[in-house]
């Protein structure tokens, strides 16, 4: 089974912090995902990539940039962490565009900033 | 761009049938999912429709008609543990990612 793996559960940090929230796949999948889940809201597209080294932004980006370095690894990180950003963050990964409906989910990083 | 609209909150009782629509509004169209997540959980994919019609997976069927923008997941012999809430998720075109509704919550009870 693919495993798309959350470096954290629950992580608290401080307004204007710079954070980093990692995600990393073992299934040699070239797309991953990014998402925030808000009771309400459902789950936002914050940013994704189809390749290493490759960034496209989603419905939300704004306070938030990627970096995809290797191909199993996609982090997302918050320049300046705000209060607004305090939410379930949710990462995903597919094969490929060909296989788009079906994308694998890490178990989410509920991030709270004080 | 992609807009898909589906219920808040449905509840039914155990052993019965529920029906969890979604409509959606998009200037193209590649097909419909359905992902199921429970409380704590990571969301799973459940199904997908790319052409019009029923496509069955034991207790859970899903649904779609691109004529009327519309789809429905229907779970039969509902479980407790069907409870969970449920996103619909379409994207325009297979270059596009996933967008999803805000998701259904099920309450299934006794």
């Known amino acids: 089974d693919v495993k798309v793996t959350q470096s954290s559960r629950y992580l608290v940090k401080r307004t204007g912090e710079k954070v980093f929230l990692e995600c990393v796949q073992d299934?040699?999948?070239?797309?991953m995902f990014w998402y925030r889940q808000d009771p309400g809201l459902g789950l936002r597209l914050i940013y994704f990539?189809?390749?290493?080294?490759?960034?496209e932004k989603g419905d939300i980006p704004e306070g938030y940039s990627v970096s995809r370095e290797k191909k199993e690894r996609f982090s997302l990180i918050l320049e300046s962490a705000s209060t607004n950003q305090t939410s379930m963050y949710l990462c995903?990964?597919?094969?490929?565009?060909?296989?788009?409906?079906?994308?694998?989910f890490g178990s989410g990083t509920q991030l709270s900033v004080l | 761009g992609q807009s898909l609209e589906q219920p808040s909150e449905v509840t039914a009782v155990e052993g019965a049938i529920v029906q969890i629509n979604c409509t959606y509004q998009t200037s193209g169209f590649y097909g419909l999912s359905w992902y199921q997540q429970h409380d704590g959980g990571a969301p799973t994919f459940l199904s997908y429709?790319?052409?019009?019609g029923l496509e069955e997976t034991g207790r859970f069927s899903s649904f779609l008609s691109r004529s009327d923008s519309y789809g429905y997941l229907l779970l039969q012999e509902l479980q407790m543990k069907d409870s969970a809430s449920y996103f619909c998720a379409g994207r325009n075109s297979g270059n596009t990612p996933l967008v999803f509704g805000k998701g259904t919550r099920l309450s299934v009870i006794a």
């Open positions: 995903a990964s597919r094969l490929d565009r060909d296989e788009g409906e079906k994308l694998f």
């Open positions: 429709n790319a052409l019009d």
């Open positions: 299934m040699d999948h070239e797309n």
């Open positions: 990539s189809y390749d290493v080294k490759m960034k």
